[in-house]
């Protein structure tokens, strides 16, 4: 007979700042494994407990694989980070939700005691891989209207949203992205995150940079600003480069251990895993994908959203946000469980690292308030996917 399941713990999470994906960007000219290797060095660093040869995986999610993304980028990366030849790796691809997918993986395996510690987390170089880069579609998809020709567009994904909510326009949209930026800068600014981004020196087209503050955020935004921004998803629509997350580059990661092996260590846990679910819906309104995710893991562990203290939902898009509001009955953008330091929209969205920056989020959340017990973390995926991961908070009580 198998034993129980073993609880597991998040130790530790940290991230490159993150990076516009232009030719500017901080990242242009880096690579995208060796943004993994400085957060797999650094999470060894910073928990110098955790000797290398007892990380039993690498796992990271990335989108596009290949070139600075392929080859199996977990084995590769772990042998940069100079972790021994023992420690395999592996990489995952759920789009956005690579990062996410990883750290569930951990979790799981580390429950089945197929292993006590594992590094999991994701990054995307959008600056290198530009989205959905070599990807050729089944033309299928199209001729036998398997799926809506406006899913391969995620901006249009998001007008679809708006059309199946009437009620959320497009001002509604454009105060809720400023309230993002208004979260993020007052978090940046009370150095929430100056434990959490780690400085990387970077070779750029003026010579060599230390990337550790964000290029994304843009705390100056209005919503009267925002009235004269661009459409480009549809003529006279309601989703702009204001109300979106940007085009970014950075790499997030985590430092999973189980119990036994914490406490054996005398590790200082942040978060417990408590459950996690994946669900689909129509891959023309993707945005949607948390709402059914984050009904599913409730049902499944027995809890409803009214235990989650905190809720970190990625912003792709501002309309996603404020329909989970509707769907969930939450205090509109002022709820104070509701991405409280801010979101994509502010920080960015390189794709498969966000799951990594909300774990990040949610354990800073933590970390400022004891008494709190439960979050989640939830994320739309491209094709029409959800993916959402309760927490429990591990100092609760302490």
């Not at 034993?3 to 940290?14: M, N, S």
């Not at 060599?208 to 994304?216: G, L, M, N, S």
């Not at 205090?331 to 920080?347: M, S």
């Amino acid at each position: 007979m198998g034993k129980e399941l073993r609880d597991v713990y998040l130790i530790d999470t940290c991230r490159t700042a993150f990076g516009k994906a232009r030719p500017n960007g901080f990242f242009a000219e880096t690579r995208a494994d060796d943004m993994v290797v400085k957060i797999i060095r650094s999470l060894m660093h910073r928990n110098p407990k955790v000797e290398p040869d007892m990380v039993d995986d690498n796992i990271w999610g990335a989108t596009t694989q290949s070139g600075d993304q392929g080859l199996t980028m977990g084995r590769t990366t772990a042998l940069l980070a100079g972790l021994p030849p023992s420690t395999p790796g592996c990489s995952v691809d759920r789009m956005c939700a690579g990062a996410m997918t990883a750290i569930n993986n951990a979790v799981s395996d580390i429950a089945f005691n197929a292993a006590d510690v594992i590094i999991a987390g994701g990054v995307e170089h959008m600056g290198h891989h530009p989205m959905g880069q070599g990807a050729d579609p089944n033309p299928r998809f199209i001729s036998e209207k398997i799926v809506d020709p406006s899913a391969l567009n995620m901006g249009i994904t998001a007008e679809n949203i708006h059309d199946m909510y009437p009620n959320l326009t497009r001002l509604m949209s454009d105060e809720y992205a400023v309230h993002s930026q208004q979260k993020a800068k007052a978090a940046l600014d009370a150095g929430h995150f100056d434990d959490v981004i780690i400085p990387m020196t970077v070779w750029t087209g003026e010579g060599w940079k230390v990337a550790d503050i964000d290029e994304q955020p843009r705390p100056e935004a209005t919503v009267e600003g925002m009235k004269g921004l661009r459409l480009p998803f549809r003529k006279a629509g309601k989703v702009t480069p204001g109300n979106s997350s940007g085009l970014n580059d950075g790499a997030t990661g985590c430092l999973m251990v189980s119990a036994e092996k914490s406490k054996e260590l005398g590790l200082e846990p942040k978060m417990k895993a408590v459950g996690f679910a994946y669900a689909g819906v129509r891959p023309e309104v993707m945005g949607l994908g948390p709402i059914p995710a984050t009904r599913k893991v409730l049902e499944r562990t027995g809890m409803s959203i009214d235990d989650m203290d905190f809720i970190e939902v990625n912003e792709a898009f501002a309309v996603q946000c404020l329909a989970f509001i509707d769907e969930f009955g939450l205090d509109g953008i002022e709820d104070k469980r509701l991405n409280q330091l801010g979101g994509a929209i502010a920080f960015g969205h390189p794709l498969a690292s966000s799951g990594g920056r909300l774990c990040a989020h949610l354990a800073k959340l933590f970390e400022l308030n004891p008494s709190a017990k439960y979050g989640v973390t939830t994320l739309c995926v491209g094709l029409g996917m959800g993916v959402a991961t309760i927490w429990e908070n591990a100092s609760n009580g302490k």
